[in-house]
């Protein structure tokens, strides 16, 4: 599967932003995807924000819980990551990712074998 992330850009502080991930499959439908987003600031490592299984259960890291949130649309094979009441400290590039064997959301890196190519998100007045 090929990830392309988007929707990226400067805004400030108590803004709002919406990622999306579109996916292109080959032999295997997104709905059997378990998807992820990830974030990277600048000199730290990379970490889990948010993960939507199979049938929508969802799973987020405490630092981002009540403001972000992560619909997919398995007809538009889109994944989406819905940001509110941003802070200067989610400055990050974030990254969708794609696990083909787990079944619900999960925050373990090294399920996800699929990686788009990150796109940058900066909270700043």
């Known amino acids: 599967v090929q990830l392309q992330a988007s929707g990226g850009g400067l805004v400030q502080p108590g803004g709002s932003l919406r990622l999306s991930c579109a996916a292109s499959?080959?032999?295997?439908?997104?709905?059997?995807?378990?998807m992820g987003w990830f974030r990277q600031a600048p000199g730290k490592e990379r970490e889990f924000v948010a993960s939507?299984?199979?049938?929508?259960?969802?799973y987020y890291a405490d630092s981002v819980k009540g403001r972000f949130t992560i619909p997919r649309d398995n007809a538009k094979n889109t994944v989406y990551l819905q940001m509110n009441t941003l802070k200067p400290e989610d400055t990050a590039v974030y990254y969708c990712?794609?696990?083909?064997?787990?079944?619900?959301?999960?925050?373990?890196?090294?399920?996800?074998?699929?990686w788009g190519q990150g796109t940058q998100v900066t909270v700043s007045s």
């Open positions: 990712a794609a696990a083909g064997l787990a079944y619900g959301p999960s925050p373990r890196e090294y399920e996800y074998g699929y």
């Open positions: 499959t080959s032999g295997r439908t997104f709905s059997s995807y378990t």
């Open positions: 939507i299984g199979l049938h929508g259960g969802t």
